[in-house]
């Protein structure tokens, strides 16, 4: 079945730096595209950045860009999310997001705090 496990997230003072890493198993991966949502405390799950099955295409939240930067390695069944800049505001619960025949899959999440 499918598997989606994050890993990667921790404390971070403003200003730093993390990667986050999705890995994935239990379908054709490198068919899909894979996106990255984050949750912060009391509010919405919201899209923070998207990429093609092959990496050609990517797409950020507003609220993100510039800053975020998502890739693959296909070959490592793998997705990242890497992140500069961190702002308290980053503060969340980031989740990776695969949409296979109308239907979402998501992993447990990797919590990202930003504190000085």
């Known amino acids: 079945q499918v598997q989606l496990v994050e890993s990667g997230g921790g404390l971070v003072q403003p200003g730093g730096s993390l990667r986050l890493s999705c890995a994935a198993s239990?379908?054709?991966?490198?068919?899909?595209?894979i996106s990255w949502y984050r949750q912060a405390p009391g509010k919405e799950r919201e899209l923070v950045a998207d990429?093609?099955?092959?990496?050609?295409?990517?797409l950020y939240a507003d609220s993100v860009k510039g800053r975020f930067t998502i890739s693959r390695d296909n070959a490592k069944n793998t997705v990242y999310l890497h992140i500069n800049s961190l702002k308290p505001k980053d503060t969340a619960v980031y989740y990776c997001?695969?949409?296979?025949?109308?239907?979402?899959?998501w992993g447990k999440g990797t919590l990202v705090t930003v504190s000085s």
């Open positions: 997001n695969l949409r296979r025949s109308g239907v979402n899959y």
């Open positions: 239990g379908f054709t991966f490198s068919s899909y595209a």
């Open positions: 990429i093609t099955s092959v990496g050609g295409s990517t």
